[in-house]
């Protein structure tokens, strides 16, 4: 039998008979979603099942805590997704040697939220040649492929187990659960694929967020192809000056090949010299393991100058009933009927009224209540060459991506947020230009929405900067305890020398490190047919999802915005 969470007592720390197990938390700050750990049979390796960890009653604390590390940081770097584990069914030696390498990966890829007791786990009992092919894993994927062709050693005890089945079955639970919630009507399966990729990567949604339509078996593949033009990063040429960014092989509803090419507006190198020298951030090679200082130049460039229409006023009807909870700031109010504090001036008032024979105010407490908006929300838009790819329902993906930011700007803004827009492009490292559509404390007014219209499609897409850039935008300036990036984006990171894992593991990284900062991460891929796995490489375990078309954000943003923010509030409470 299995007892349910808290029955796992702590030898150490004396016997506890009720509430949560102690490495609760420290089990969901590592794993960025809400993890529970439950008791398992005694002698019986740690596991996994993707929302639980189940780990051995009978052993010590600090062996607790490293089956914990290992399982929670498996998650993390997202090791146990479908794709990899369908692999290791019915093949328990390859399972044990991905595991080896994978749980190695995956603590160096969390080390720097460990803690101090647990990080020699990932060098311990490590021979000198593991550790090189180490250095070279950037994903699961590679470290899939190394354990199929090489022998490798079984890993430490500590690192506990991987059960395929268990995974599988609770992922398809989940997905199932999902589709009897959210249902699509025929006449638009042959028009969209929608698929919600998991906010719990994304934090806090459980797993409807992560299948795509018709399941993961055969049959859901089949129809995925057969309703989805997938775009790929590798089908075009050598990054240069008018080289496409890459090719699609199938267009969408016949509209042939598509090319996005590294021409942007007119005036942005004379905007970029007139902005100075620009900020520099590091940028993480995941083919050495160590980042680059100063390797990436950002400028804060001034919109071109165009006479566009302002872009009309979105209909955020749908948006506004989902968001009016989410980032609410607590208030001490005082004289209130009751509360969870006395009010002492008022007591003595109402004393000192009785005294005198008058009726006492009976409003002698002090209560934290809900009144105050304590939320920033700082929106990045990718207006990258590959936004100008045909959407999946009409359109580009820059117009839906468009559409869906000056949506959400405006609702935010009506509900009394702050909330800022910046659109970024990239040609080089060097040059990684971020244009603020609205800044934060800029008025939203029609100069906002034409700026917004005169954004086009161009150049390339060095993700990882305009996040770092975007997270130090808001570290400075948002103003509020409460903090949330928005990144609008395809997914495809691609610039000169920033490609496939290199640009995805750098990606990934910058939205790790906001989350470290207590800022909160979701990624909206709107209108375009990029690959999940793909949109998975690049937002890793930040809430991410795929969203067909803009009018249906918001069927999802508030579940997503709820996760990405309760992500953050729980890795600031272990910071």
Sequence with gaps: MVNEVGDVHNATAGDRDDGPHPLVLLASALAGR???IVAGPPGEPAWTDGSRIYLDAAQDATAQLAAVAVQASLLAAGSLEPPIVRQLLRRPGLARRYLSLEGRRALR?????LPWSVRPLADADTPAELSDLLARLDSPADALDAAVSRAIPDP???????????LLSRHAAA??????????PRREARKELEELDDAAGGE????????PVGGGGFAGKWLQRMMTRIRRLGDGGTPGADTPTHRTRRGTRGAGAVTSVTSGPAGIADDRESAGRGRKYPEWDAHRSRYRPDWCTVHEIEPPADDAKPLPRPDVHSLRRPLTRLGIGLDRCHRQTQGD?????????????LLAGSAPDEAVYVDNLRRRRDLAVLVLLDVSGSAGEPGTVSGNVHEQQRAAAAALVVAL??????????????????????IPVKRFDDRLDVAVMRRLAALRPGAYSRLGAAIRHGTAVMTEQAGTSRRLLVVLSD????????????????????????????IGCLCLTIGAATDSGELRRVFGSAAHASIPKPTRLGDVIGPLFKAALRSADLRRRVA
Excluded: C, W
């Design 413 to 434: 803004h009506e509900l009394g947020d702050r909330v800022g827009l910046y659109a970024f492009r990239s040609q080089g490292r060097a040059n990684v230009d971020l």
């Design 204 to 211: 806090d949604v459980p797993d409807p967020f992560t299948s």
């Design 341 to 353: 504090d006395l009010d002492v001036d008022a007591a003595v008032e109402a004393r000192v009224e």
């Design 156 to 166: 430490p005890a500590s690192f506990g187990a991987i059960r395929a089945r268990q």
């Design 175 to 184: 997905a199932g659960a999902d589709a009897r919630q959210v249902h699509t």
């Design 491 to 518: 997914g495809l990171a691609y610039d000169h020398d920033y490609e496939r894992s290199y640009g995805a593991a750098d990606a990934r990284r910058a939205l790790a490190e906001a989350r470290r900062r207590g």
């Design 109 to 113: 890829a969390n080390d720097d939220l």
């Design 34 to 36: 809400e993890v529970a």
